[in-house]
């Protein structure tokens, strides 16, 4: 089985760990970070990406990157939370440990988890061991592939120093993807995390995922800075209420 690199005890500042931060509250559930990811990608490190029946009523294939929406809470506090997934490159990836012949790897540069395609033999005990459902099996090559946090675009120094991130953090129109270095405590990454009570997925598995996510915010129960509306609105329904104040401020 493959071991991981070493790490600095636990508490303590360790090795450079680049990941992402999601945020939770501003993702629109676009998709357009999972369309770049796999554009990108599709030509890269992990090239080709299959693609089956991509025109068809039931397109699949190989994504990085995957977005999930479900509806949360109930009645006026409902909300639509839209959530992306892809690897979270783990501090103690068990999709690592498990592959009988090395080809997945974490690297003890960045934390990066990556699959070498040439000695990967598709048995699909990584894709078993991720509880994240972050492997992409693909079938035309016979081999396991994921993201790589796009490894051939971050150190790019082709590139201009703000474009050295994934293809999914570039292409986001809401800016909720982040990223940076989670090892660094004072990394934007890090502060923002700290800031915004970031959270791991699942941290009960001890997998101690990179990557992290920040939760939605409470939504506001009345609007804060409209006492000058008018009394006459009060019977109206509040979206209505607002719109007829707007008019009126609008209309002096």
């Not at 931060?21 to 990608?41: F, M, R, S, T």
């Not at 992990?46 to 025109?55: E, G, V």
């Not at 068990?94 to 048995?123: H, Q, W």
Request: a negative charge.
């Amino acid at each position: 089985m493959t071991a991981l690199p070493p790490s600095h005890p636990h508490g303590q500042p360790g090795q450079k760990k680049l990941g992402l931060v999601i945020d939770l509250d501003v993702c629109v559930g676009c998709h357009a970070c999972a369309v770049n990811c796999k554009e990108w990608n599709t030509s890269g490190h992990s090239a080709p990406l299959t693609d089956l029946a991509p025109y068809g009523a039931k397109p699949d294939g190989v994504w990085f990157n995957r977005i999930h929406s479900f509806e949360a809470g109930e009645g006026p506090d409902s909300r639509t939370v839209n959530f992306p997934r892809s690897c979270l490159h783990c501090e103690e990836p068990l999709c690592v440990t498990v592959c009988p012949t090395g080809a997945s790897y974490k690297r003890a540069e960045d934390g990066i988890v990556l699959v070498n395609p040439d000695t990967c033999i598709g048995c699909k005990l990584c894709s078993w061991a991720c509880a994240y459902g972050a492997r992409e099996f693909d079938s035309d090559e016979g081999v396991m592939k994921k993201c790589t946090l796009c490894v051939d675009k971050i150190y790019n120094e082709n590139l201009p120093e703000e474009d050295r991130v994934p293809a999914c953090v570039s292409t986001c129109p809401s800016h909720a993807r982040h990223f940076g270095d989670l090892g660094d405590p004072e990394s934007e990454v890090s502060l923002l995390v700290a800031a915004r009570g970031g959270y791991d997925l699942m941290p009960e598995l001890g997998y101690k995922p990179t990557n992290k996510y920040l939760p939605p915010r409470p939504r506001q129960k009345q609007l804060s800075g409209c006492s000058s509306m008018p009394a006459a609105d009060a019977d109206a329904t509040p979206a209505k209420g607002l719109l007829r104040w707007v008019d009126q401020l609008l209309s002096r």
